[in-house]
C-alpha cells in the first residue's frame, strides 16, 4: 500500500483476486473498509473467502511507529498466521513453547530431516 487511494484500490482489487493466501493492508481497518467499498461502487465484489484472507490493519501489535518497527511487526504476524499461533507473549504461556507440527524443522512444514 501506498500514499495514493486510487493506486491502493488497484493493488488490493489485484491481491484479493490473485489467490495470495495472506493480503495485508496498512494503516487503520476503516481505511481498508473504504477502499472495499469504492471497488463496491464500482462493481467490483468478493466472496468471503476472498476477504478471510484480508488482514486489516496488517501487523501485530507492538506498538510499531518506525517504518522497520511496521515491517517487524508485519513479519512478525506472517509467522504467527503461518504457523497457526496468534502471537501473543511466551511469558506466562502454558506448556511447550516450540509445538512439533509448528516449528521451522517440522517436516509437516517441508523440512528435511539432514537440516
Not at 501506498?2 to 476503516?30: E, F, I, Q, T
Not at 517487524?72 to 509467522?79: G, Q, V
Not at 501473543?88 to 530431516?113: K, M, Q, V
Request: net charge negative; charged share 20%; hydrophobic share 40%.
Amino acid at each position: 500500500m501506498n500514499h495514493h487511494l486510487d493506486r491502493d484500490r488497484v493493488c488490493l482489487h489485484h491481491a484479493l483476486n490473485s489467490g495470495a493466501p495472506y493480503v495485508g493492508v496498512l494503516g487503520p481497518l476503516s481505511r481498508a473498509q473504504g477502499l472495499l467499498d469504492e471497488l463496491e461502487a464500482e462493481g467490483v465484489t468478493f466472496s468471503d473467502a476472498e476477504l478471510a484472507r484480508l488482514r486489516a490493519p496488517v501487523g501485530l501489535r507492538l506498538g510499531a511507529e518506525a517504518p522497520e518497527e511496521v515491517a517487524l511487526s508485519i513479519l512478525a504476524e506472517l509467522m504467527a498466521w503461518r504457523r497457526g499461533y496468534d502471537g501473543g507473549f511466551l511469558s506466562g504461556h502454558a506448556g511447550r513453547i516450540h509445538d512439533a507440527h509448528t516449528h521451522a524443522a517440522s517436516p509437516a512444514l517441508g523440512a528435511s530431516p539432514e537440516q
